[in-house]
Every structure is written in structure tokens, then in C-alpha cells.
């Protein structure tokens, strides 16, 4: 899900968004704005206020749709946030994001073959998305597809190398098909990036090695 970017001074930000809302209250931008920095201070009934104003005034406010569902997906509303992803996506169906969105709710509600269908398409419309790779290695796994599991993740971490997640991925994938060498590689590639491993991983991983 879509994650509000940070700002240095959310106060000030706050204040100056919250004045244009109040002169200009049509400034679906502002309102769009003003709801995603309210998620990052934890205002969230607020941001959903603003959110929600914004696509009133925008029906084809796509961002807004894709940001207030993931609000509501962290607080469990899986069925409001599937919801406006698919609104979005009515609007654009290439919109990668919310395929890797409907495919988290798929994927949260162990709804695993609709996830790795979303996912797929993701990188079919953008490879470059890495968390569309990351999200598919995962939902590979619990698919019990480990080659196809190995492939996504290598993808990723080819994308990313530095990225702490993907090596773990990989890690996990490559212990389920049972190439446990370069699982320990990927793994503690993955902790000095500054992943915190699950214990439990490590130590089934250190007794297939012992």
C-alpha cells in the first residue's frame, strides 16, 4: 500500500494546507495533500475526511482512491479498501499499484492465486516495481511454488540489491527449494542490510546446514 512521504515540517505543512482548504474548499489537491500528511501524524479520521473529500470533488482522483484505501486497510476494512483500488483501477487499468494492492487484500485474505494473478500483472504492465516482485515471491511461497518463488525473488533483488526485503525473500525462497548455502548468503545479506530475521528462519536454517 501506498505510504504517505515524510515531511520535515509537518506543522507548518499542516497549517498552510488546512488555510488553502479553508479559501479555496474546491482544491481537490489540497485536500488531497492535506489528507495524506494527516496520515502521517496519525490524524486518520481526519485524513479520511479529506481523502474522501477529495474524491467527491474528483471522481477521477485516482491517488486519493489508492491512499484512502490503504488507510483503510491498515485498519482492517479489507472491504472498503478493495473497493476503491478497483475504483481506481475502473478509471486506469494499467494502474500497477493498485493490481499490487488488490493483490495484498487477496493475498490478506489467503486468497493466494487471485494474489499471485494481481502481482502478475503488475510486473506485466510495470517490471520495473519492486514490490509487485517482492509481494509475488511471497505469495509464490505460500503457493508452494518455490522455483517460480526463487525467480521473483532473484528479480527483485536484481532490481534492488540493497533492499533488506528482497534478499530475506530470496532467503526464504531458496531454503523452501532446498539450496541452503545461498539461502545463508541471502540471509545474512539480508541481516547487515538491517532486515531483522525471524530466530525461527535462522534456526531452521542452521539445522538443514548442521
Known amino acids: 500500500m501506498t505510504k504517505t512521504p515524510k515531511t520535515a515540517d509537518s506543522g507548518?505543512?499542516?497549517d498552510e494546507l488546512e488555510k488553502v482548504v479553508a479559501e479555496k474548499p474546491n482544491n481537490v489537491m489540497a485536500r488531497h495533500h492535506?489528507?495524506?500528511?494527516y496520515r502521517q501524524v496519525g490524524r486518520i479520521d481526519e485524513a479520511i475526511t479529506q481523502l474522501e473529500k477529495a474524491i467527491e470533488?474528483?471522481?477521477?482522483?485516482?491517488?486519493?482512491?489508492?491512499?484512502?484505501?490503504?488507510i483503510f486497510f491498515d485498519r482492517g476494512d479489507t472491504d472498503r479498501a478493495?473497493?476503491?483500488?478497483?475504483?481506481?483501477?475502473?478509471?486506469?487499468?494499467?494502474?500497477?499499484?493498485?493490481?499490487v494492492n488488490i493483490g495484498l487484500i487477496s493475498q490478506h485474505r489467503g486468497?493466494?492465486?487471485?494474489?499471485?494473478?494481481?502481482?502478475?500483472?503488475?510486473?506485466q504492465i510495470d517490471p520495473k516495481l519492486i514490490t509487485a516482485w517482492i509481494n509475488l515471491?511471497?505469495?509464490?511461497?505460500?503457493?508452494?511454488?518455490?522455483?517460480?518463488a526463487v525467480d521473483a525473488a532473484r528479480q527483485?533483488?536484481?532490481?534492488e540489491p540493497d533492499s533488506s526485503m528482497a534478499r530475506n525473500n530470496l532467503a526464504v525462497a531458496l531454503y523452501f527449494k532446498g539450496e541452503y548455502?545461498?539461502?545463508?548468503?541471502?540471509?545474512?545479506?539480508a541481516k547487515e542490510l538491517g532486515y531483522s530475521v525471524d530466530p525461527r528462519f535462522v534456526d531452521a536454517l542452521k539445522l538443514k546446514l548442521a
Open 12 to 14: 507548518a505543512v499542516i
Open 34 to 37: 492535506l489528507g495524506l500528511i
Open 57 to 70: 470533488l474528483d471522481n477521477q482522483s485516482m491517488e486519493s482512491m489508492i491512499n484512502l484505501g490503504a
Open 82 to 99: 478493495l473497493a476503491l483500488n478497483r475504483q481506481a483501477l475502473a478509471i486506469s487499468p494499467d494502474m500497477a499499484e493498485a493490481h
Open 111 to 123: 486468497e493466494v492465486e487471485q494474489a499471485v494473478a494481481c502481482y502478475t500483472r503488475a510486473v
Open 137 to 148: 515471491t511471497s505469495a509464490y511461497t505460500m503457493a508452494e511454488e518455490d522455483g517460480k
Open 156 to 159: 527483485a533483488v536484481t532490481l
Open 181 to 189: 548455502q545461498e539461502s545463508l548468503r541471502n540471509m545474512e545479506k
